[in-house]
């Protein structure tokens, strides 16, 4: 059973390999970029093509209305490092579908090496899809992004676990990440979420919640505040500002108990 359970198979050739590879690649297969497709994965590949080109254009689109500093289609693909990290990924997640070796990581590598944006070619991203300036985003390998979501520069979307299946978080849609924040583990968020800047989320987020702090707690919203993604971070609750209120209210009360209960007693 030891041996049957280190066994890998060559997605190129079909060659038995043994456990000390990294990937399920022979050399042979690595070395010269080949993998074997199937004819009735034409229709795949076509799919997946399709939705580059669907997808794409709704991150740009999503570039002038998330950023009114945006001012032509030249300036946001030359000068936005979140555009150009969300195109190389898309290229990038396209070859992954389709099985193709080596080739994606390699340009995700590019990709953060001119704007400084990691993502893994195997992460899922919905459209409308922006990344405002970018610098230290991670997201991982196994992480879910639904449509109409903003992230900002800082932000980890990462695993805790060194096993190889569903690590990292699932984001649902229409959902701001601010700046510095990090959500870890296989945990989801759900739609229309806030999330504050420098925020440690842990753990599972309900649809039309705003989450601060670390760990991040979530303070309730209505519907109707949240359906709309806006940049307007300063509305970002403060639960701490808020207790903190609350018990001075409550010391205000317990000293005025006080002096009345001296007064009455001639104290």
Same mark, same amino acid.
């Given at each position: 059973?030891? $041996?049957?359970?280190? &066994?890998?198979?060559?997605? +190129?050739?079909?060659?038995? !390999? ?8 022979? /050399? ?15 229709? #795949? ?6 939705? @580059?080109? &669907? $997808?794409?254009? &709704? ?31 898309? %290229?990038? #997640? ?15 590598? %590019?990709?953060?090496?001119? &704007?400084? %944006?990691?993502? #893994?070619?195997?992460?899922?991203? =919905? ?6 300036? +970018? ?18 520069? +800082? ?28 959500? !870890? ?12 800047? $420098?925020? @440690?989320?842990?753990?599972? @987020? ?6 601060? =702090?670390?760990?991040?707690?979530i303070v309730r919203k209505d519907r109707a ?7 307007? #971070? ?20 317990? /000293?005025?108990?006080?002096?009345? !209960?001296?007064?009455?007693? $001639?104290?």
């Amino acid at each position: 059973m030891s $041996n049957l359970k280190n &066994t890998l198979t060559c997605i +190129g050739c079909g060659k038995n !390999l043994s456990a000390k590879y990294n990937a399920n690649l022979c /050399e042979s297969c690595l070395l010269g970029l080949s993998l074997q497709l199937k004819a009735e994965d034409a229709a #795949h590949i076509i799919t997946e093509i399709n939705n @580059v080109l &669907t $997808n794409f254009p &709704t991150d740009i689109s999503a570039a002038f209305n998330k950023d009114p500093a945006a001012r032509s289609i030249v300036e946001v693909l030359t000068a936005y490092p979140g555009i150009q990290a969300v195109l190389l990924y898309r %290229i990038a #997640h396209f070859l992954w579908k389709i099985g193709v070796p080596f080739i994606p990581r390699y340009l995700s590598y %590019i990709a953060y090496q001119i &704007t400084g %944006i990691d993502i #893994h070619p195997g992460a899922k991203i =919905g459209k409308s899809f922006f990344i405002d300036h +970018g610098s230290g985003v991670v997201i991982g390998e196994t992480a879910e992004i639904g449509d109409n979501v903003t992230i900002y520069q +800082g932000v980890t979307l990462g695993g805790v676990s060194l096993n190889p299946g569903k690590r990292h978080p699932t984001i649902g849609n229409n959902v701001v990440i601010g700046a510095g924040a990090k959500i !870890l583990g296989p945990i989801r968020i759900g739609d229309n979420v806030k999330i504050g800047a $420098n925020s @440690v989320v842990i753990s599972d @987020v309900p649809a039309d919640s705003v989450v601060v =702090g670390v760990p991040g707690r979530i303070v309730r919203k209505d519907r109707a505040e949240s359906v709309k993604v806006d940049l307007n #971070h300063q509305r970002i609750p403060d639960p701490i500002t808020q207790i903190i209120s609350s018990i001075e209210k409550k010391i205000e009360n317990l /000293e005025y108990e006080v002096k009345r !209960l001296k007064e009455d007693a $001639n104290i």
